[in-house]
């Protein structure tokens, strides 16, 4: 039975539901844009705001779920990132043609699935909410269904995510067979006495699914087509919550399950790190389109972040945190400005490169938060991807995987080469370029007030980063 | 009282300079000369002033100190100066005969472009060849050594729009700094073995460090001979004088004659101590004073500029410098410095007033028949001439020569002794044929033949004075080296000097009368001996200085400028090309991986889980 | 405090330049110009009243700061905020001070365009440049190195000359960026493997400079480590052959970035050596010596080869700062006290005649708009008294007597000859090949046959007193380096007593190996 403890735990997830089914018959009572947003920004900071409240329960887990400090975590970065993509969704809808609203409750759902994923502590739970995640994506990838690269988008991820789904399921099953039990520290009972052909091959296709929702290689290919093609505020959650929560379930099992602590499987998670690190990077590296070009720099970062997961100590995931909430701020600054440059009713998103060019002389502030993101990517000091790349290299050194180390030395140093393309565009000057604007206000508006807060996010952490740091060595997984 | 004002002989031409350099659009032309020879005569009246108080004095060196240089652990040259009998000398040459030719160079420079920044130039020249002189350690002497190399270098490059001229500049530059090369790995081996700079200091310490024959101190004392070939243009490092000969006459004159090319004569005699510890090094210091003035006399003998003639006439003369030091003479090396530079100058400023009498033509080819028109050049040239020839008694020259044979002799060493003689002979061959070839015969030219004298003081008065000086009067200066410089081997000797005194000014003597008679009478045999046959070839041999520079040429100029081309693109920045090629190809490559289609994209997927499990399956 | 304030002023002053730009392209110019002056005025007055004749070692640690700032930043690992200041840092802070100033006044007519924005960058450069000189803590210190790359960057990228075929400004930015950050990012693994390996001697996490030095490690790893801090130096130094990004990068930053670039930013390696991989790894570095010298002839010989292959007038003096660079490695790596004080005059020396060389290019530029040699020539008579500052300048380089840079070529080599005489040998050789390519730019721009009939304007008051006071401070430093080296002669005390004990100990341990 639920306790009252178990409960409050729940008040996070509850009340992005219950906003969820508000917006839901909110919509079907009578349509209002600004209503509907305001709705479900007022649920989702009442969710964080509970989350705040009741992350001082300390651990609390139920059959099916865990609240442990890494949960509370991963969920108030749903929750951060959703609220980010409501305030930019606001700002890109406004002047689309079609239904606007769906679009919130799509989100809504979405965020809910990534709250769940993060807590899950089941299989059952994992996949349920995997499943919730995905589902609503497919729909806001596709949102603005007359542009055809957003359809495709939606498509292409509908289709390979049900694929890794298939795997997802299949090694969910073969894990059952082979322990008989589907939750997490059953699980690790079953295999005390040693692993197993089926529970390894289990673990194996797990991690595939997993991968493929992190963009691991080689399951990244549809990165790149989806984040290009997708609306800006889907392409942002996809970028953000849904990465995070995918991550964070996959610490948890690399972490707590015993199969993945074998010398071989530790080998193949540590190659999929080098792999994935220096792939994203080349393949990012004369990119043209801005939005294609972030999609390869996320493979990249989930690269750097597979170090951890090879890792799995307690500084791992410490590390973790830090890094995902390091490229939480810049990822959601990086697709804030995208998207506020973009409109789905002014055609396709400002997504090419060269729409950027000199756009510092004319919007200097959003032109500087970009700038900011991208340093912040690149890892430069003063921002706060240098905190965590700081991080990641000092996990590294720690542990001693030199090769891991030289892995991320390398890719950075690729990695500067787009970055900087991508920074000095923004300042260049020359005329006759194709030019695309944010209204004149966008300051002002709620999600030009989002963007400058990340930006000012991204350097205090960069100069100021000890209230996090310490926040985050707090940190760790009820398991171990 | 003689020591406060010692500063004064290098801070006046200093703010000579200073003035000119700050003030050079003020100033005209003729405000610019008075500004740089007064400057210069002003240190040289201050030098009097010293000379004579040091002379009435007990001849004591003397020194100041004004502050340390630098000081670092037990590195702590000063700025200091030293004032003794060697010093005296060099500065009252410097000056004296310095003064001198920035007085003729108003003469000679008139109508010139720039004519501050020359005065400018020499006035630094001034300053740094007075340190060189005074400087009491061998760092300061190593700042005004490389001073004059960058002030000659500025001075021969003068006229900066023709291209040979800056070459010859950018070669005696390079030439010189190859020997300070040494000089300064000579400094460092003596700083590291004797833990000083201060050249008191260090020929106090030798010899009871290092024992006659030590290999360091050889080692020492070649490498110093080393940077003193460079400046002084013995062999190898002679190449750069001749076409060093580009810069305006009274530059040759004061630095290519008589002080900076002697500063290497200067450093050896300073450095004496160092090199009686030596015998081996200071035996090659004769041998190579003996063959410079042997190959400087032959290449003489085959020129055809009189300034050239004149620039190779220096070498020889500094040879037989070196040949004093080489045997122990260091008196007598200094007696013939200072000799040397009252005729040389005197023969340098003739070939000037010549010069710029026939509208800058100094091809003797295209001279001749001036001895009516330009008479007192003509004297200059004759007198200055027979000092160089060491034409008996009367001459200057004589009577320093003359010391470094008979000390050659008293050492013992038969070989140096002989080419002296040798090289006398060369001497008056190619001072006389300088001297007919320019002012007898006919007239080379249409320059010649409206050649137009010069008048004025400043054009008659160095003149007069270094030809007065360049007479057996100038031999009666007797520089006070006796505290400073140990004695030589012919000291206190006298058996067998009147024979060598009748010995050498018969070969003098001799000498000149086969030139006259070659030169005056057989003028149309002796063209068509050089014209053709082994005697075309060997006056090209000759006319070329040996070939050195054919030789270094080969040796290291060509093979310098194949290295610079080949390295031009910078090969070593073109290896970085390598990694930024993978990161392309590799950028490349993974591209086309994103065709866009699902279907890849779904086998990718299967065949990577397919690849996952096998990796984990092999595992296990 | 005032630590504190001598790195914001020129950030804070930055950010003004860029907002005052609305009131013309004047306001920002005078801003960045009082600011660096503060910047100068401040230091040089820490000086005047400090007291840098320090104790020499073996004194409480306390008193080995002249001025010394200190809070936690982020204590779970142990990083501070902790400024210092001691002679060394006193006198390229100084220097920084000094070259932002001629920086600034430099651009003052050559930059018509964005003109907030570029001082912006300028001065953000500067307060980076402070920073790393004034940066105690190992993490602060990384960040302020990584940082300056950034203001740099856009300078080069946006204000840039164009270069030869195919090396557009942006890639040549991209390169100076890519390869110093890179190089930086070793630094980082081995900052970070110094702290772990103090963390398992003594269980405490610091990144504090004093802390970590002497902590004790296996010998092949110090040497690792020790390679990492040494190569991120050696790209900014630049030694060969990691010195590709240095020619490109100079050759097409605006006149400020070069003089920036040459005059300071190449000192933070060598300060950075002085500083930190010597102290740190005294064993390794004295292990890695010859390397390390081998290096420094090799860089001399080849940046004195290749300057004189250049046709393009700052790619010349680029490949020449690599030349002069080398002495410095010797100089470091020799350890000894001349040696060491030698390496700081010649940097002092050679950020003044780099600087003094660039700006004259710059102006140059302004004139004639070309930096191609083949272009100029006779331009002795044509341009007033820009050709005869050049001399001034060609002078130095090349090590005249009465130059700074001779007293600083020549410390090196006193110094370095008693420890490795072939070194100072070949060293010394150099000299001469330092002769072809500084007299090259005499040479082909000013002596020669006159290329056209044009008489260019002369120097205006402000290029005359700029070049004039850059003389004055050449020759004074020629003539009396002595303050330069009272105020650091503690430091390089420190530095040669640690890097000789650190032979003794290896000698020791190899002695002990032996039986």
Redesign the interface.
């Given at each position: 039975m639920l306790t009252r403890t178990d409960m409050m735990a729940l008040t996070p997830v509850i009340l992005v539901c219950a906003t969820a089914i508000t917006v839901m018959l909110g919509i079907a009572w009578r349509r209002q844009h600004a209503v509907t947003v305001l709705v479900s920004a007022l649920g989702l900071n009442t969710a964080l705001l509970s989350l705040f409240l009741f992350g001082e329960l300390g651990t609390v887990r139920t059959p099916m779920l865990v609240f442990d400090s890494v949960t509370i975590l991963g969920m108030g970065m749903i929750l951060v990132s959703s609220l980010a993509c409501a305030t930019f969704s606001h700002a890109y809808l406004d002047g689309f043609p079609g239904a606007r609203e769906e679009f919130y409750l799509l989100l809504l759902c979405a965020a809910a699935g990534g709250m769940v994923l993060t807590a899950a502590d089941h299989l059952a739970t994992l996949f349920f909410g995997l499943e919730l995640l995905s589902m609503p994506l497919y729909g806001m990838l596709a949102y603005t269904f007359r542009d055809r690269n957003s359809l495709e988008a939606g498509?292409?991820y509908l289709?390979?995510s049900a694929?890794?789904t298939a795997?997802l399921l299949f090694g969910m099953a073969l894990l059952y067979a082979q322990t008989g039990h589907l939750d997490i520290p059953g699980l690790v009972a079953g295999m005390s006495s040693g692993v197993g052909?089926w529970a390894?091959?289990g673990?194996?296709?797990v991690?595939?699914g997993l991968c493929?929702k992190l963009s691991i290689i080689?399951?990244h290919?549809?990165t790149?087509?989806v984040y290009q093609g997708g609306p800006g505020p889907a392409v942002t959650f996809l970028a953000t919550a849904s990465k995070v929560a995918a991550f964070i379930v996959l610490l948890r099992i690399v972490e707590a399950i015993p199969a993945f602590h074998?010398?071989?499987?530790q080998?193949?998670l540590a190659?999929l790190a080098l792999l994935t690190m220096l792939?994203g990077n080349?393949?990012a590296?004369?990119q043209a389109n801005l939005k294609r070009l972030l999609g390869y720099s996320s493979i990249a970062h989930f690269g750097y972040l597979m170090v951890a997961i090879v890792v799995a100590d307690k500084l791992a995931v410490e590390t973790s945190g830090i890094y995902l909430i390091t490229y939480l701020i810049t990822t959601l600054g990086a697709f804030g400005v995208v998207t506020l440059l973009s409109s789905p009713y002014g055609g396709e998103d400002a997504s090419a490169l060269h729409y950027y060019r000199g756009l510092f002389w004319r919007r200097p502030y959003l032109a500087a938060v970009l700038t900011v993101a991208m340093l912040s990517l690149a890892g430069i000091p003063f921002t706060a991807g240098f905190i965590g790349k700081f991080y990641i290299i000092a996990l590294g050194v720690e542990a001693q995987r030199w090769w891991l180390v030289a892995g991320i030395v390398v890719g950075s140093a690729?990695g500067l080469y787009y970055y900087l393309r991508v920074t000095i565009t923004l300042y260049l000057m020359e005329p006759g370029m194709q030019r695309r604007d944010a209204p004149n206000d966008w300051g002002l508006r709620a999600g030009g007030l989002v963007v400058l807060l990340l930006a000012v996010l991204m350097i205090l952490m960069g100069v100021y980063p000890s209230p996090v740091v310490h926040w985050m060595s707090l940190l760790s997984l009820a398991g171990s | 009282m003689a020591l406060t004002l010692l500063p004064l002989t290098f801070l006046l031409p200093l703010a000579g300079c200073l003035i000119l350099?700050l003030g050079y659009r003020h100033l005209g032309e003729r405000a610019s000369a008075a500004v740089g020879y007064t400057s210069v005569g002003l240190a040289a009246l201050v030098t009097v002033f010293i000379v004579i108080d040091f002379l009435s004095g007990d001849r004591t060196p003397q020194s100041l100190t004004l502050?340390?240089?630098?000081?670092?652990?037990n590195?702590r040259p000063t700025?200091g100066l030293m004032l003794d009998g060697l010093s005296v000398t060099m500065l009252g040459v410097i000056t004296g005969v310095g003064f001198l030719i920035h007085l003729f160079a108003a003469w000679y420079m008139r109508g010139e472009?720039?004519i501050t920044r020359f005065y400018a130039y020499m006035n630094l020249f001034v300053f740094s060849m007075v340190l060189l002189v005074l400087g009491d350690n061998l760092?300061l002497l190593?700042?005004g050594?490389?001073?004059v190399g960058?002030c000659s270098?500025?001075l021969i490059?003068y006229y900066?729009?023709?291209?040979a001229n800056?070459m010859a500049a950018?070669k005696a530059?390079?030439v010189t700094?190859?020997g300070?090369?040494f000089l300064?790995?000579g400094?460092?081996?003596l700083?590291?073995e004797l833990g000083t700079l201060d050249i008191a200091t260090i020929l106090d310490k030798a010899p009871a460090l290092w024992h006659r024959g030590n290999p360091i101190a050889e080692a020492a004392a070649l490498l110093l001979l080393g940077g003193a070939l460079g400046k002084s243009a013995q062999l190898p490092l002679h190449t750069w004088l001749a076409d060093a000969m580009a810069g305006p006459t009274p530059v040759s004159a004061l630095i290519h004659a008589a002080t900076m090319v002697t500063a290497g004569v200067y450093l050896i005699a300073r450095m004496h101590g160092l090199y009686d510890l030596a015998p081996t090094a200071q035996y090659i210091v004769g041998v190579i004073g003996a063959l410079t003035l042997l190959m400087a006399g032959f290449a003489a003998l085959a020129q055809t500029d009189i300034k050239r003639i004149l620039a190779y006439s220096t070498m020889s003369q500094i040879g037989y410098m070196f040949l004093a030091l080489g045997v122990g003479a260091y008196s007598a090396a200094i007696f013939h410095l200072m000799i040397h530079a009252f005729f040389k100058a005197l023969l340098f400023l003739s070939a000037g007033a010549v010069i710029i009498s026939c509208h800058h033509e100094q091809e003797m080819a295209r001279l001749g028949g001036l001895w009516r028109k330009l008479p007192l050049a003509y004297a200059g040239f004759l007198i200055g001439g027979a000092a160089l020839a060491a034409l008996p008694l009367v001459t200057a020259g004589f009577y320093s020569k003359d010391e470094i044979l008979w000390e050659a002799f008293a050492a013992k060493q038969n070989g140096l002794l002989a080419a002296g003689l040798v090289g006398a002979l060369l001497t008056s061959l190619y001072t006389l044929r300088l001297i007919i070839g320019t002012f007898h015969g006919e007239q080379g030219s249409d320059k010649a033949r409206h050649a137009d004298p010069g008048k004025g003081l400043q054009h008659g008065l160095p003149l007069v004075v270094l030809m007065v000086l360049s007479t057996f009067i100038g031999a009666a200066l007797t520089p006070p080296l006796a505290d400073v410089l140990p004695a030589g081997p012919g000291e206190g000797v006298e058996a067998g000097h009147t024979a060598l005194e009748m010995m050498a000014s018969a070969t003098a003597i001799g000498g000149g009368l086969i030139a006259g008679w070659l030169f005056l009478f057989r003028r149309a045999w002796l063209k068509r001996v050089v014209a053709r046959g082994p005697g075309a070839w060997l006056w090209q041999f000759w006319h070329r200085a040996w070939g050195f520079d054919a030789l270094f040429d080969w040796l290291l100029v060509r093979p310098?400028h194949v290295?610079?081309?080949w390295?031009?693109g910078?090969l070593?920045?073109a290896?970085?090309l390598i990694p930024a090629t993978v990161?392309?190809l590799?950028?490349a490559g993974?591209?086309r991986?994103?065709t866009?289609r699902?279907r890849?994209?779904?086998t990718?997927?299967?065949?990577?889980?397919a690849?996952?499990?096998l990796?984990?399956?092999?595992?296990? | 405090m005032i630590l504190v304030w001598l790195i914001l002023i020129p950030f804070i002053g930055g950010l003004f330049c860029w907002r005052a730009e609305r009131w013309g392209d004047k306001v920002p110019r005078w801003i960045a110009l009082a600011t660096m002056l503060l910047v100068l005025v401040t230091t040089l007055v820490l000086w005047w009243q400090g007291d840098y004749h320090l104790p020499k070692t073996g004194t409480p640690e306390a008193v080995r700061w002249a001025i010394e700032w200190h809070v936690p930043w982020i204590p779970r690992f142990g990083i501070d905020i902790h400024l210092a200041m001691d002679g060394l840092s006193l006198i390229l802070i100084a220097l920084t001070g000094f070259l932002g100033v001629l920086a600034v006044v430099c651009s003052w007519k050559e930059i018509a365009q964005r003109v907030g924005f570029f001082h912006l960058n300028l001065l953000f450069i500067l307060g980076g440049v402070v920073g790393v000189f004034l940066s105690i803590d190992l993490f602060l210190f990384f960040c302020f190195w990584e940082m300056m790359l950034v203001p740099m960057y856009f300078l080069i990228a946006l204000w840039g000359h164009s270069g030869s075929a195919g090396k557009t400004r942006i890639r040549t930015a991209i390169k100076f960026f890519i390869y110093t950050q890179a190089s930086g990012l070793l630094m980082l693994v081995a900052i970070l493997a110094l702290v772990f390996a103090h963390h398992a001697n003594t269980g405490v996490y610091t990144f504090s400079y004093l802390e970590l030095l002497g902590t004790s490690m296996s010998e092949p790893f110090a040497y690792w480590l020790m390679l990492g801090f040494f190569i991120a130096f050696a790209v900014k130094l630049p030694v060969?052959?990691l010195?590709?990004w240095l020619?490109d990068a100079h050759a097409q930053a605006p006149t400020a970035g070069s003089v920036d670039l040459a005059g300071i930013l190449l000192k933070t390696a060598a300060y950075g050596m002085l500083r930190f991989c010597l102290p740190l790894f005294p064993e390794a570095s004295q292990a890695f010596a010859p390397v390390a010298m081998a290096l420094g002839v090799v860089g001399i010989f080849?940046g004195a080869?290749?300057a004189?292959?250049?046709q393009d007038v700052k790619r010349l003096i680029a490949y020449t700062s690599i030349s002069h660079m080398g002495f410095v490695l010797i100089g470091i790596f020799a350890g000894?006290?001349?040696a060491l004080?030698g390496v700081i005059?010649l940097m002092v020396a050679h950020a003044f005649s780099a600087a003094g060389l660039f700006i004259l290019s710059g102006q140059l530029y302004e004139r004639l708009h070309t930096r191609d040699m083949r272009l100029m020539g006779?331009l002795?008579?044509r341009i007033d008294k820009l050709p005869?500052f050049t001399?001034c300048f060609v002078?130095a380089s090349l090590g005249?007597?009465?130059t700074a840079n001779?007293?600083g070529e020549?410390?090196v080599?006193?110094?370095t000859?008693?420890v490795a005489?072939v070194v100072?040998?070949l060293a010394?050789?150099s000299?001469?090949l330092a002769?072809?390519y500084s007299?090259l730019i005499m040479?082909r721009v000013?002596?020669?046959?006159?290329q056209g009939e044009v008489h260019f304007s002369g120097l205006d008051w402000r290029e005359y007193t700029m070049m004039l006071g850059l003389v004055a401070l050449v020759i004074f430093f020629g003539?009396?380096?002595?303050i330069l080296?009272d105020t650091t002669?503690s430091v390089t005390d420190e530095v040669h007593q640690l890097f000789t004990s650190g032979s003794v100990g290896a000698a020791i341990q190899s002695l002990a190996g032996v039986r």
């Amino acid at each position: 039975m639920l306790t009252r403890t178990d409960m409050m735990a729940l008040t996070p997830v509850i009340l992005v539901c219950a906003t969820a089914i508000t917006v839901m018959l909110g919509i079907a009572w009578r349509r209002q844009h600004a209503v509907t947003v305001l709705v479900s920004a007022l649920g989702l900071n009442t969710a964080l705001l509970s989350l705040f409240l009741f992350g001082e329960l300390g651990t609390v887990r139920t059959p099916m779920l865990v609240f442990d400090s890494v949960t509370i975590l991963g969920m108030g970065m749903i929750l951060v990132s959703s609220l980010a993509c409501a305030t930019f969704s606001h700002a890109y809808l406004d002047g689309f043609p079609g239904a606007r609203e769906e679009f919130y409750l799509l989100l809504l759902c979405a965020a809910a699935g990534g709250m769940v994923l993060t807590a899950a502590d089941h299989l059952a739970t994992l996949f349920f909410g995997l499943e919730l995640l995905s589902m609503p994506l497919y729909g806001m990838l596709a949102y603005t269904f007359r542009d055809r690269n957003s359809l495709e988008a939606g498509i292409k991820y509908l289709v390979l995510s049900a694929t890794a789904t298939a795997f997802l399921l299949f090694g969910m099953a073969l894990l059952y067979a082979q322990t008989g039990h589907l939750d997490i520290p059953g699980l690790v009972a079953g295999m005390s006495s040693g692993v197993g052909p089926w529970a390894l091959a289990g673990v194996g296709l797990v991690l595939v699914g997993l991968c493929f929702k992190l963009s691991i290689i080689p399951f990244h290919l549809w990165t790149p087509d989806v984040y290009q093609g997708g609306p800006g505020p889907a392409v942002t959650f996809l970028a953000t919550a849904s990465k995070v929560a995918a991550f964070i379930v996959l610490l948890r099992i690399v972490e707590a399950i015993p199969a993945f602590h074998g010398a071989q499987a530790q080998t193949l998670l540590a190659a999929l790190a080098l792999l994935t690190m220096l792939a994203g990077n080349l393949l990012a590296l004369l990119q043209a389109n801005l939005k294609r070009l972030l999609g390869y720099s996320s493979i990249a970062h989930f690269g750097y972040l597979m170090v951890a997961i090879v890792v799995a100590d307690k500084l791992a995931v410490e590390t973790s945190g830090i890094y995902l909430i390091t490229y939480l701020i810049t990822t959601l600054g990086a697709f804030g400005v995208v998207t506020l440059l973009s409109s789905p009713y002014g055609g396709e998103d400002a997504s090419a490169l060269h729409y950027y060019r000199g756009l510092f002389w004319r919007r200097p502030y959003l032109a500087a938060v970009l700038t900011v993101a991208m340093l912040s990517l690149a890892g430069i000091p003063f921002t706060a991807g240098f905190i965590g790349k700081f991080y990641i290299i000092a996990l590294g050194v720690e542990a001693q995987r030199w090769w891991l180390v030289a892995g991320i030395v390398v890719g950075s140093a690729i990695g500067l080469y787009y970055y900087l393309r991508v920074t000095i565009t923004l300042y260049l000057m020359e005329p006759g370029m194709q030019r695309r604007d944010a209204p004149n206000d966008w300051g002002l508006r709620a999600g030009g007030l989002v963007v400058l807060l990340l930006a000012v996010l991204m350097i205090l952490m960069g100069v100021y980063p000890s209230p996090v740091v310490h926040w985050m060595s707090l940190l760790s997984l009820a398991g171990s | 009282m003689a020591l406060t004002l010692l500063p004064l002989t290098f801070l006046l031409p200093l703010a000579g300079c200073l003035i000119l350099s700050l003030g050079y659009r003020h100033l005209g032309e003729r405000a610019s000369a008075a500004v740089g020879y007064t400057s210069v005569g002003l240190a040289a009246l201050v030098t009097v002033f010293i000379v004579i108080d040091f002379l009435s004095g007990d001849r004591t060196p003397q020194s100041l100190t004004l502050w340390t240089w630098v000081s670092v652990d037990n590195f702590r040259p000063t700025i200091g100066l030293m004032l003794d009998g060697l010093s005296v000398t060099m500065l009252g040459v410097i000056t004296g005969v310095g003064f001198l030719i920035h007085l003729f160079a108003a003469w000679y420079m008139r109508g010139e472009e720039g004519i501050t920044r020359f005065y400018a130039y020499m006035n630094l020249f001034v300053f740094s060849m007075v340190l060189l002189v005074l400087g009491d350690n061998l760092l300061l002497l190593f700042l005004g050594w490389e001073g004059v190399g960058l002030c000659s270098y500025l001075l021969i490059g003068y006229y900066y729009e023709h291209t040979a001229n800056g070459m010859a500049a950018f070669k005696a530059f390079v030439v010189t700094r190859i020997g300070d090369i040494f000089l300064a790995i000579g400094l460092f081996l003596l700083f590291t073995e004797l833990g000083t700079l201060d050249i008191a200091t260090i020929l106090d310490k030798a010899p009871a460090l290092w024992h006659r024959g030590n290999p360091i101190a050889e080692a020492a004392a070649l490498l110093l001979l080393g940077g003193a070939l460079g400046k002084s243009a013995q062999l190898p490092l002679h190449t750069w004088l001749a076409d060093a000969m580009a810069g305006p006459t009274p530059v040759s004159a004061l630095i290519h004659a008589a002080t900076m090319v002697t500063a290497g004569v200067y450093l050896i005699a300073r450095m004496h101590g160092l090199y009686d510890l030596a015998p081996t090094a200071q035996y090659i210091v004769g041998v190579i004073g003996a063959l410079t003035l042997l190959m400087a006399g032959f290449a003489a003998l085959a020129q055809t500029d009189i300034k050239r003639i004149l620039a190779y006439s220096t070498m020889s003369q500094i040879g037989y410098m070196f040949l004093a030091l080489g045997v122990g003479a260091y008196s007598a090396a200094i007696f013939h410095l200072m000799i040397h530079a009252f005729f040389k100058a005197l023969l340098f400023l003739s070939a000037g007033a010549v010069i710029i009498s026939c509208h800058h033509e100094q091809e003797m080819a295209r001279l001749g028949g001036l001895w009516r028109k330009l008479p007192l050049a003509y004297a200059g040239f004759l007198i200055g001439g027979a000092a160089l020839a060491a034409l008996p008694l009367v001459t200057a020259g004589f009577y320093s020569k003359d010391e470094i044979l008979w000390e050659a002799f008293a050492a013992k060493q038969n070989g140096l002794l002989a080419a002296g003689l040798v090289g006398a002979l060369l001497t008056s061959l190619y001072t006389l044929r300088l001297i007919i070839g320019t002012f007898h015969g006919e007239q080379g030219s249409d320059k010649a033949r409206h050649a137009d004298p010069g008048k004025g003081l400043q054009h008659g008065l160095p003149l007069v004075v270094l030809m007065v000086l360049s007479t057996f009067i100038g031999a009666a200066l007797t520089p006070p080296l006796a505290d400073v410089l140990p004695a030589g081997p012919g000291e206190g000797v006298e058996a067998g000097h009147t024979a060598l005194e009748m010995m050498a000014s018969a070969t003098a003597i001799g000498g000149g009368l086969i030139a006259g008679w070659l030169f005056l009478f057989r003028r149309a045999w002796l063209k068509r001996v050089v014209a053709r046959g082994p005697g075309a070839w060997l006056w090209q041999f000759w006319h070329r200085a040996w070939g050195f520079d054919a030789l270094f040429d080969w040796l290291l100029v060509r093979p310098y400028h194949v290295l610079v081309r080949w390295l031009q693109g910078d090969l070593i920045d073109a290896l970085f090309l390598i990694p930024a090629t993978v990161v392309r190809l590799f950028n490349a490559g993974l591209v086309r991986t994103q065709t866009g289609r699902l279907r890849t994209y779904a086998t990718s997927m299967v065949l990577g889980a397919a690849l996952l499990l096998l990796a984990l399956a092999m595992g296990y | 405090m005032i630590l504190v304030w001598l790195i914001l002023i020129p950030f804070i002053g930055g950010l003004f330049c860029w907002r005052a730009e609305r009131w013309g392209d004047k306001v920002p110019r005078w801003i960045a110009l009082a600011t660096m002056l503060l910047v100068l005025v401040t230091t040089l007055v820490l000086w005047w009243q400090g007291d840098y004749h320090l104790p020499k070692t073996g004194t409480p640690e306390a008193v080995r700061w002249a001025i010394e700032w200190h809070v936690p930043w982020i204590p779970r690992f142990g990083i501070d905020i902790h400024l210092a200041m001691d002679g060394l840092s006193l006198i390229l802070i100084a220097l920084t001070g000094f070259l932002g100033v001629l920086a600034v006044v430099c651009s003052w007519k050559e930059i018509a365009q964005r003109v907030g924005f570029f001082h912006l960058n300028l001065l953000f450069i500067l307060g980076g440049v402070v920073g790393v000189f004034l940066s105690i803590d190992l993490f602060l210190f990384f960040c302020f190195w990584e940082m300056m790359l950034v203001p740099m960057y856009f300078l080069i990228a946006l204000w840039g000359h164009s270069g030869s075929a195919g090396k557009t400004r942006i890639r040549t930015a991209i390169k100076f960026f890519i390869y110093t950050q890179a190089s930086g990012l070793l630094m980082l693994v081995a900052i970070l493997a110094l702290v772990f390996a103090h963390h398992a001697n003594t269980g405490v996490y610091t990144f504090s400079y004093l802390e970590l030095l002497g902590t004790s490690m296996s010998e092949p790893f110090a040497y690792w480590l020790m390679l990492g801090f040494f190569i991120a130096f050696a790209v900014k130094l630049p030694v060969v052959p990691l010195h590709g990004w240095l020619p490109d990068a100079h050759a097409q930053a605006p006149t400020a970035g070069s003089v920036d670039l040459a005059g300071i930013l190449l000192k933070t390696a060598a300060y950075g050596m002085l500083r930190f991989c010597l102290p740190l790894f005294p064993e390794a570095s004295q292990a890695f010596a010859p390397v390390a010298m081998a290096l420094g002839v090799v860089g001399i010989f080849y940046g004195a080869l290749l300057a004189a292959g250049q046709q393009d007038v700052k790619r010349l003096i680029a490949y020449t700062s690599i030349s002069h660079m080398g002495f410095v490695l010797i100089g470091i790596f020799a350890g000894t006290s001349i040696a060491l004080q030698g390496v700081i005059v010649l940097m002092v020396a050679h950020a003044f005649s780099a600087a003094g060389l660039f700006i004259l290019s710059g102006q140059l530029y302004e004139r004639l708009h070309t930096r191609d040699m083949r272009l100029m020539g006779g331009l002795w008579g044509r341009i007033d008294k820009l050709p005869a500052f050049t001399l001034c300048f060609v002078a130095a380089s090349l090590g005249m007597p009465g130059t700074a840079n001779f007293i600083g070529e020549f410390l090196v080599l006193f110094g370095t000859f008693p420890v490795a005489p072939v070194v100072t040998v070949l060293a010394s050789v150099s000299m001469v090949l330092a002769v072809l390519y500084s007299l090259l730019i005499m040479q082909r721009v000013h002596f020669g046959p006159a290329q056209g009939e044009v008489h260019f304007s002369g120097l205006d008051w402000r290029e005359y007193t700029m070049m004039l006071g850059l003389v004055a401070l050449v020759i004074f430093f020629g003539f009396y380096p002595q303050i330069l080296v009272d105020t650091t002669l503690s430091v390089t005390d420190e530095v040669h007593q640690l890097f000789t004990s650190g032979s003794v100990g290896a000698a020791i341990q190899s002695l002990a190996g032996v039986r």
